[in-house]
């Protein structure tokens, strides 16, 4: 049972699942990239790029997959899909160390592509965390 | 007019990885997993790459510290989506659910930039 459980959450790639998605989806979400894009640049050159930084980190593009997860699967699984994205986020906290750490060292490309790396590594490890512990997709708060 | 060409580049560049990151999220299952790419740094990488490569990567350290409190906000907005998708629904959930981002964020931004 424990084995059955455990290997729900084992993470699977289904490419055909794109097809189930509208194009219309991915221009929503582009226009909320490209909107928080121009937000933080023009908060960044108007107050400095630490205040801009803030908003590289706020929620725009979530709120659109949540919502469109709602519309193809329902509320519950857009709920556990916000509790992925805490996990998600705990790693751009550790995106965001590893670019203030090795900026100046390493250069733009090479920091970014190691940030990416550390981001990966967090996130896949918290989550191999919780389905140890758990064992199972938790339940909508 | 050069502030003007990499705001746009900017604007460009995060509007794609963002749609990258969306489809390799609606590739993956089950849904706690495919929500990792929820809050990936797609934005952030495409911003601080266009900055980083046109003002240098001592500007991109900055960005990265207020970064850390922007992504302290994504956790606590995440934690409150969940519970207010289920209730409220996806659009009103995940609106009032910003509630939750601006005391953290603001709260570590003020630390940070002590």
Redesign the interface.
Known sequence: MSTRRANGLLPQLRPEEIAKHKPSDYVVRFAFGALISLAAGLIGMKFGPVVGGVFLGFPAILPASLTLIEKKDGKQQASIDAIGAALGAVAMVAFAIAVIVLASRWGVVATLVAGLIVWLLVAFGLYALVATVYRREPSAP | MK?VL??GI??????????AF??V?????????????????????????V???AMG???????????????????A???A???A??RL???A???V??VA?VLP?GAA?WV??R
């Open positions: 502030d990499l705001l900017r604007v460009l560049a995060g509007g794609a990885l963002v749609v969306a489809m999220s609606d590739m993956l299952k089950p849904k706690m997993f495919s929500g990792l790419f929820g809050a990936a740094p797609s934005v952030a990488t495409a911003s601080l790459l900055s980083g490569l990567a001592a500007k991109d350290a900055k960005y990265g510290t207020g970064m850390i409190a922007g992504a302290i906000g994504l956790i907005y995440s934690l989506a969940a519970p998708v289920k629904g996806g659009v959930g995940s609106i659910a910003w981002w964020a931004f940070l930039s």
